[in-house]
């Protein structure tokens, strides 16, 4: 009953903060059982949710894998799949396809940065320190600059190095895998170089996350290099978009001995 429940709360209230904090704070407490039972508001749900049909899943590009397996469990169906499935993908001793956390793409998080390039000072210290590399400095020669979508906007790039060919730089983020954490913020040391902006708002720059700062191809080989913090940034992270909790510290130091070794690594 409702007046049994608000009284054992009141009593856990006096018990619990009583001794340490006071009267006044068991009173604070106690006032905010009262509120919420007081406040609560009756939210009527349309009839018509009772017939609501899923919007159909956007058609993407993966391999047969992520499409048969993980997508599926992704939304929640893996209990609907049969072991066929597995066996026709090899997996049934509980291997995995690598890469498959590209997929994903959560969009979880409500706030995510925007970067500026007339305030940047090009350090990537914000790709190094993101813990799920989902933001990532991009070089393109001229050539390139045609190939990419026109909202890819770039500034010349600078701090490479005096015999560096004349690259155009810019630090693409991943709204659907940016976890929201704002670590990149504060390691920026450029005032309004970043900024927290709503998630709707950078959607759109999903595409040109996917379509040039994912494709290998605009890799620049000739300015990756282990001898400092920047230059292995443009280096391609294979642990990417994991699973751990928004600002973790762990997977950035295993992201960055990834980014060193690069696909010859092995871990035991």
């Known amino acids: 009953p409702l007046d049994v429940a608000v009284e054992d709360m009141k009593k856990n209230n006096y018990n619990s903060y009583f001794k340490k904090a006071g009267q006044k704070i068991v009173d604070l407490n106690n006032q905010a059982v009262d509120v919420g039972v007081s406040a609560a508001v009756k939210v009527e749900i349309p009839e018509s949710w009772a017939n609501a049909v899923d919007a159909p899943a956007q058609e993407i590009e993966a391999t047969p894998f992520v499409k048969e397996i993980v997508l599926p469990m992704d939304r929640q169906q893996g209990d609907k799949l049969p072991i066929s499935v597995f066996q026709k993908h090899g997996v049934l001793d509980g291997t995995w396809e690598n890469g498959t956390s590209a997929y994903s793409k959560r969009g979880v998080a409500t706030m995510v940065p925007k970067w500026d390039g007339s305030a940047c000072i090009q350090c990537n210290r ?6 799920h590399a989902a933001i990532r400095p991009v070089l393109l020669t001229e050539e390139e600059k045609a190939n990419v979508p026109a909202s890819f906007e770039t500034v010349p790039a600078k701090g490479l190095g005096k015999d560096a060919p004349a690259y155009s730089y810019r630090m693409q983020i991943s709204p659907y895998d940016c976890l ?4 990149c913020l504060t390691a920026c040391p450029a005032k309004g ?8 708002d950078m959607k759109p ?3 040109n996350f996917d379509k040039v700062a ?3 191809a605009y890799l620049k080989k000739d300015v990756i290099s282990d001898k400092n913090m920047k230059s292995v940034q443009f280096a391609k992270p294979y642990f990417q978009f994991s699973a751990a909790c928004a600002g973790c510290a762990e997977t950035t130091y295993i992201k960055l001995v990834s980014q060193l070794v690069g696909d010859r690594m092995y871990i035991g």
């Open 180 to 183: 929201g954490c704002g670590v």
């Open 126 to 131: 914000c790709a190094a320190t993101c813990p």
């Open 214 to 216: 994912m494709n290998e």
């Open 193 to 200: 170089a970043l900024t927290m902006t709503p998630f709707d």
């Open 205 to 207: 720059e999903q595409e």
